[in-house]
T-cell receptor
Framework: GENVEQHPSTLSVQEGDSAVIKCTYS??????FPWYKQELGKRPQLIID?????GEKKDQRIAVTLNKTAKHFSLHITETQPEDSAVYFC??????????FGKGTHLIIQP | NAGVTQTPKFQVLKTGQSMTLQCAQD?????MSWYRQDPGMGLRLIHY???????DQGEVPNGYNVSRSTTEDFPLRLLSAAPSQTSVYFC???????????????????FGPGTRLLVL
């Protein structure tokens, strides 16, 4: 089955700086890669996703890049703000079964 | 739309007891799934369903049963609760069961609010 590795497990950045979270996947058949944000005690919320026919996608301060050859994808958050503090999960999916998640990155925005 | 709903929000069980976690969605989604979330482990898939009458196992199915008699409901049953099943359980749904279907947006999964389960 699919295996998703996510790094780092904790990331602390100064407010206004950029944050990058990286994930690798094992199954070359995977073709859908969402990113979820989870605040403490809340449900995961989709923030951005990318499909394997696209190399990059951007939505305001958030962008995701995908390298199919290397089987890795990354989340980029620019001009970080205090409300960006949360746990971020990457995931991969190739077939009709469910998402395979990374173990999460705790993003801390320092004032 | 209420989206994806789960009950109860919190439950305490004794080892060996059984219970059912309820999940419902009112978006006419074909695909539904159950995940458990443990500290440092991310979310792991327990069972999933691509439509009424069809279920399949995920990564960690042992100790859990599911059924899908209607499009709306996807209950998760714990047969004999064990302390290792202490976790937060999330139900999720999406319009399509397979990436790329339903116009390319069908696979977006929407999560319920979660059920926090403590097994003593």
């Amino acid at each position: 089955g699919e295996n998703v590795e996510q790094h780092p497990s904790t990331l602390s950045v100064q407010e206004g700086d950029s944050a990058v979270i990286k994930c690798t996947y094992s199954d070359s058949a995977s073709n859908y890669f969402p990113w979820y944000k989870q605040e403490l005690g809340k449900r995961p919320q989709l923030i951005i996703d990318i499909r394997s026919n696209v190399g990059e996608k951007k939505d305001q301060r958030i962008a995701v890049t995908l390298n199919k050859t290397a089987k890795h994808f990354s989340l980029h958050i620019t001009e970080t703000q205090p409300e960006d503090s949360a746990v971020y999960f990457c995931a991969a999916r190739g077939g009709a079964d469910g998402l395979t998640f990374g173990k999460g990155t705790h993003l801390i925005i320092q004032p | 739309n209420a989206g994806v709903t789960q009950t109860p929000k919190f439950q305490v069980l004794k080892t060996g007891q059984s219970m059912t976690l309820q999940c419902a969605q009112d978006m006419n989604h074909e695909y539904m799934s159950w995940y458990r979330q443990d500290p440092g482990m991310g979310l792991r898939l327990i069972h999933y369903s691509v439509g009424a009458g069809i279920t399949d196992q995920g990564e960690v199915p042992n100790g859990y049963n599911v059924s899908r008699s209607t499009t709306e409901d996807f209950p998760l049953r714990l047969l004999s609760a064990a302390p290792s099943q202490t976790s937060v359980y999330f139900c999720a749904s999406s319009r399509a069961g397979h990436p790329g279907l339903a116009g390319g947006r069908g696979e977006t999964q929407y999560f319920g609010p979660g059920t926090r389960l403590l097994v003593l």
